[in-house]
């Protein structure tokens, strides 16, 4: 028993202490601004910010649905990077990817705003996830083929799907005669309401998509294949698999992850698409995943901790007049810690204690020279 | 044969489109240079870290904080150190301590990344992205609470008015316009693009410094401290990032607004790709990524006419915002002309233990 509760330590250890530290950085930051800015000391603003902040992330029902609701894009993204990482691919164009997702989901959406809920709805959640996929598929492409490192390609696709979303919106989606570019609403395409005012179904099939990750990478054959790749890119090669096809095979169901997050944001929340359609779900989801160190539970629980933040942020910054762009601050500040773990790690004492993080340091180390994937 | 008279309108697009640009040039490039100079920046920090061996994909948000920076400072100087304008540059005190603080927020925000890829050794990429978050959150959360008063800055860098015989030269006088007549930033990007590819090529420190990003061991042997160049050459690269986001907030505006880079470190990561890790070539590359700005602006106001015209007004013009990011997905293919990193570049050192 106490070998299995100094196991969850090990585990828990290094998050728990970033999130509590960056909690004292956060409130440092909101003392040491407001006695810059306003010229007076208050200690008692930082706990009236962070009470605001939790009070409007889980203190009413309707504040719980809206954090599960934030949360649920930000998991299915966690999910689509953890599972990059487990890879050794880092995944940095979930923002394209989560963008693409949300046009495909607009385009056919749109277009089945009128048809039958059962029809409109997963057809779009479909078309969102093909289109994430695809955009998933050219870097895995490109890196098994050229090895053209997926971290630079899938930078450069996120400012392309920018630029495609805003081509599209004030072009072939534009409704003619709106005062700015806009599509239409997305009508019976619309994620169901099944809790509260704003509860879709999305609370259903997020945790669903963390148990099938679950099961994707410990029960089956490619699962394993993954993780070994992601652990020893050569012994992978010995034992005879195919690295170009795992690399495809990844970036394009990780595309498919990140689009449905798009694709979910859009549908569940948004409804219809300006040409500055964008949240920071896709850069966002990079926290969530090391956060939740790319384990199933943990990018769950991580999605679940960042989405109460977002929702409690503009409670905070309307009782406390704390901005809300404190959540960034704080989010920062727990992967700061997270990422000097080591250091972290010396002066805790912690030795038990495991970063969890040991099969990223594949992904830099592939960046130079010429690369080629055998 | 057939398909050789296929091309032949195209061929007559093309030497259309050579012709339009020409036509153009005098009028965007001032345009061009002014939209290169935060772009070749950034690339050249690019290039100053991943020649030493250090990923930095963190460009991004170190001008992001050395843009905010800058301007803040100005805020809080003008008050003590007045606004005296000097007749060069529309320079004041303040003005120019601010650009020295911005340097300064660049180098500081280096060094957490020298410190986490090289020290604590954490993957450079993660960290790089860090830095980006923590630079969006921390200059959005001070920027809405510094805006409740709505301060005034310290203004911005004035351009040079060059003299006018060098201006008023037939066929080249616009070239000197282009360079000369503009902000200190501008002019110094200029400069330092030369200094930088004379250092990197021709001096003891360049050598050494592109042999800690192929080879560190072979560099440890021959007595190179890999640590402490890397840092340093890191630390180098903030000023220089910094410089760009001094740019933006200090000379092409005189305001601080969120998120205001708009992914131009990363564009310059491009231009690094592009141009081959070399400062020169790197400054190429953001001229040209630049220059897709200008000819997408001048297309609305001056469009070209006739067949190439018609085709033009038929791209959205979002087309040109792509194109920089669509020519490097090329490149790193290697479709046309391979560009390959250094080769020790995103690996950590660690010293051999001594036994």
Same mark, same amino acid.
């Given at each position: 028993?106490?070998?299995?509760?100094?196991?969850?330590?090990?585990?828990?250890?290094?998050?728990?202490?970033?999130?509590?530290?960056?909690?004292?950085?956060?409130?440092?930051?909101?003392?040491?601004?407001?006695?810059?800015?306003?010229?007076?000391?208050?200690?008692?603003?930082?706990?009236?910010?962070?009470?605001?902040?939790?009070?409007?992330?889980?203190?009413?029902?309707?504040?719980?649905?809206?954090?599960?609701?934030?949360?649920?894009?930000?998991?299915?993204?966690?999910?689509?990077?953890?599972?990059?990482?487990?890879?050794?691919?880092?995944?940095?164009?979930?923002?394209?990817?989560?963008?693409?997702?949300?046009?495909?989901?607009?385009?056919?959406?749109?277009?089945?705003?009128?048809?039958?809920?059962?029809?409109?709805?997963?057809?779009?959640?479909?078309?969102?996830?093909?289109?994430?996929?695809?955009?998933?598929?050219?870097?895995?492409?490109?890196?098994?083929?050229?090895?053209?490192?997926?971290?630079?390609?899938?930078?450069?696709?996120?400012?392309?799907?920018?630029?495609?979303?805003?081509?599209?919106?004030?072009?072939?989606?534009?409704?003619?005669?709106?005062?700015?570019?806009?599509?239409?609403?997305?009508?019976?395409?619309?994620?169901?309401?099944?809790?509260?005012?704003?509860?879709?179904?999305?609370?259903?099939?997020?945790?669903?998509?963390?148990?099938?990750?679950?099961?994707?990478?410990?029960?089956?054959?490619?699962?394993?294949?993954?993780?070994?790749?992601?652990?020893?890119?050569?012994?992978?090669?010995?034992?005879?698999?195919?690295?170009?096809?795992?690399?495809?095979?990844?970036?394009?169901?990780?595309?498919?992850?990140?689009?449905?997050?798009?694709?979910?944001?859009?549908?569940?929340?948004?409804?219809?698409?300006?040409?500055?359609?964008?949240?920071?779900?896709?850069?966002?989801?990079?926290?969530?995943?090391?956060?939740?160190?790319?384990?199933?539970?943990?990018?769950?629980?991580?999605?679940?901790?960042?989405?109460?933040?977002?929702?409690?942020?503009?409670?905070?910054?309307?009782?406390?007049?704390?901005?809300?762009?404190?959540?960034?601050?704080?989010?920062?500040?727990?992967?700061?810690?997270?990422?000097?773990?080591?250091?972290?790690?010396?002066?805790?004492?912690?030795?038990?204690?495991?970063?969890?993080?040991?099969?990223?340091?594949?992904?830099?180390?592939?960046?130079?020279?010429?690369?080629?994937?055998? | 044969? !057939? %398909?050789?008279?296929? *091309?032949?309108?195209?061929?007559?697009?093309? $030497?259309?489109?050579? /012709? +339009? =640009? #020409?036509?153009? &040039?005098?009028?965007?490039?001032?345009?061009?240079?002014?939209?290169?100079?935060?772009?070749?920046?950034?690339?050249?920090?690019?290039?100053?870290?991943?020649?030493?061996?250090?990923?930095?994909?963190?460009?991004?948000?170190?001008?992001?904080?050395?843009?905010?920076?800058?301007?803040?400072?100005?805020?809080?100087?003008?008050?003590?150190?007045?606004?005296?304008?000097?007749?060069?540059?529309?320079?004041?005190?303040?003005?120019?301590?601010?650009?020295?603080?911005?340097?300064?927020?660049?180098?500081?925000?280096?060094?957490?990344?020298?410190?986490?890829?090289?020290?604590?050794?954490? !993957? %450079?990429?993660?960290? *790089?992205?860090?830095?980006?978050?923590?630079? $969006?959150?921390?200059? /959005? +959360? =001070? #920027?809405?609470? &510094?805006?409740?008063?709505?301060?005034?800055?310290?203004?911005?860098?004035?351009?040079?008015?060059?003299?006018?015989?060098?201006?008023?030269?037939?066929?080249?006088?616009?070239?000197?316009?282009?360079?000369?007549?503009?902000?200190?930033?501008?002019?110094?990007?200029?400069?330092?693009?030369?200094?930088?590819?004379?250092?990197?090529?021709?001096?003891?420190?360049?050598?050494?410094?592109?042999?800690?990003?192929?080879?560190?061991?072979?560099?440890?042997?021959?007595?190179?401290?890999?640590?402490?160049?890397?840092?340093?050459?890191?630390?180098?690269?903030?000023?220089?990032?910094?410089?760009?986001?001094?740019?933006?907030?200090?000379?092409?505006?005189?305001?601080?607004?969120?998120?205001?880079?708009?992914?131009?470190?990363?564009?310059?990561?491009?231009?690094?790709?592009?141009?081959?890790?070399?400062?020169?070539?790197?400054?190429?590359?953001?001229?040209?990524?630049?220059?897709?700005?200008?000819?997408?602006?001048?297309?609305?106001?001056?469009?070209?006419?006739?067949?190439?015209?018609?085709?033009?007004?038929?791209?959205?013009?979002?087309?040109?915002?792509?194109?920089?990011?669509?020519?490097?997905?090329?490149?790193?293919?290697?479709?046309?002309?391979?560009?390959?990193?250094?080769?020790?570049?995103?690996?950590?050192?660690?010293?051999?233990?001594?036994?």
């Amino acid at each position: 028993m106490s070998d299995r509760l100094s196991r969850a330590w090990g585990i828990l250890a290094l998050p728990l202490i970033s999130i509590i530290l960056s909690i004292i950085v956060g409130s440092l930051v909101i003392i040491a601004s407001e006695w810059l800015v306003a010229g007076e000391l208050k200690p008692g603003l930082a706990l009236d910010a962070y009470s605001a902040l939790v009070s409007g992330s889980v203190g009413s029902f309707r504040a719980i649905v809206n954090t599960l609701t934030n949360s649920m894009p930000l998991m299915l993204g966690g999910l689509a990077v953890g599972l990059a990482f487990k890879a050794g691919l880092f995944n940095i164009g979930a923002q394209g990817q989560f963008l693409m997702g949300a046009l495909g989901s607009v385009i056919v959406g749109v277009q089945l705003r009128e048809s039958p809920v059962i029809i409109a709805v997963p057809l779009a959640l479909g078309a969102g996830m093909l289109a994430g996929a695809a955009w998933g598929f050219i870097p895995g492409f490109l890196k098994a083929v050229s090895g053209a490192h997926e971290v630079v390609t899938t930078i450069m696709l996120n400012f392309v799907a920018i630029a495609i979303l805003a081509a599209a919106v004030s072009g072939p989606l534009n409704v003619i005669g709106s005062q700015s570019p806009t599509t239409l609403p997305v009508g019976n395409a619309a994620l169901p309401v099944i809790l509260g005012r704003n509860g879709t179904i999305a609370i259903i099939y997020a945790p669903l998509m963390a148990v099938l990750y679950g099961w994707l990478l410990f029960r089956t054959t490619r699962g394993f294949e993954i993780r070994i790749a992601g652990a020893s890119p050569d012994a992978a090669r010995y034992a005879g698999m195919s690295p170009k096809r795992l690399i495809i095979w990844t970036m394009s169901v990780s595309g498919m992850l990140a689009g449905m997050a798009g694709a979910t944001d859009l549908l569940g929340a948004t409804h219809q698409m300006t040409t500055t359609y964008g949240t920071t779900v896709g850069f966002d989801s990079i926290a969530v995943a090391l956060l939740g160190r790319t384990s199933p539970l943990g990018i769950v629980l991580a999605a679940l901790l960042f989405g109460a933040m977002r929702t409690g942020a503009g409670a905070m910054q309307i009782q406390a007049g704390v901005p809300a762009e404190l959540v960034g601050v704080l989010q920062a500040t727990i992967l700061f810690f997270l990422v000097a773990s080591p250091v972290v790690k010396r002066i805790f004492r912690l030795k038990g204690a495991r970063t969890g993080l040991e099969e990223t340091t594949t992904f830099t180390s592939t960046y130079g020279g010429e690369a080629t994937i055998r | 044969m !057939d %398909q050789f008279l296929y *091309g032949l309108p195209l061929i007559g697009l093309v $030497f259309e489109l050579i /012709g +339009y =640009l #020409i036509a153009i &040039l005098p009028d965007i490039a001032p345009i061009v240079v002014k939209a290169s100079v935060p772009i070749g920046f950034a690339a050249l920090c690019g290039v100053m870290c991943e020649r030493s061996g250090v990923v930095n994909i963190g460009i991004e948000g170190t001008m992001l904080v050395a843009a905010f920076v800058g301007w803040t400072a100005g805020v809080y100087l003008v008050p003590v150190l007045g606004s005296e304008v000097w007749p060069i540059f529309g320079a004041t005190p303040s003005l120019v301590v601010a650009l020295l603080c911005a340097v300064l927020a660049g180098v500081v925000v280096s060094f957490v990344h020298a410190w986490l890829s090289i020290s604590v050794k954490a !993957d %450079q990429i993660i960290s *790089g992205t860090i830095i980006n978050i923590a630079a $969006f959150g921390i200059t /959005g +959360y =001070l #920027i809405s609470l &510094l805006s409740k008063g709505s301060p005034a800055g310290a203004g911005q860098f004035h351009a040079w008015t060059p003299p006018t015989e060098l201006t008023d030269l037939p066929v080249v006088g616009w070239i000197f316009e282009t360079i000369l007549a503009q902000g200190p930033l501008t002019i110094g990007l200029f400069v330092i693009v030369i200094a930088f590819q004379i250092a990197l090529f021709r001096t003891r420190w360049g050598l050494r410094s592109r042999a800690v990003g192929e080879h560190p061991r072979a560099a440890e042997t021959v007595g190179i401290d890999v640590i402490r160049l890397r840092y340093r050459n890191v630390m180098a690269g903030g000023v220089l990032a910094g410089l760009g986001g001094a740019f933006l907030s200090m000379e092409a505006t005189a305001v601080f607004q969120q998120g205001m880079t708009a992914g131009r470190g990363f564009i310059g990561l491009a231009a690094m790709i592009v141009g081959r890790w070399t400062p020169l070539g790197a400054f190429g590359a953001a001229l040209l990524f630049a220059s897709s700005v200008g000819i997408s602006q001048s297309i609305l106001i001056l469009p070209p006419s006739g067949q190439l015209g018609d085709m033009l007004a038929k791209l959205p013009p979002q087309f040109f915002d792509a194109l920089p990011y669509l020519i490097t997905i090329i490149i790193l293919a290697g479709v046309v002309g391979r560009s390959i990193p250094p080769a020790a570049d995103g690996q950590p050192y660690e010293r051999e233990a001594a036994t």
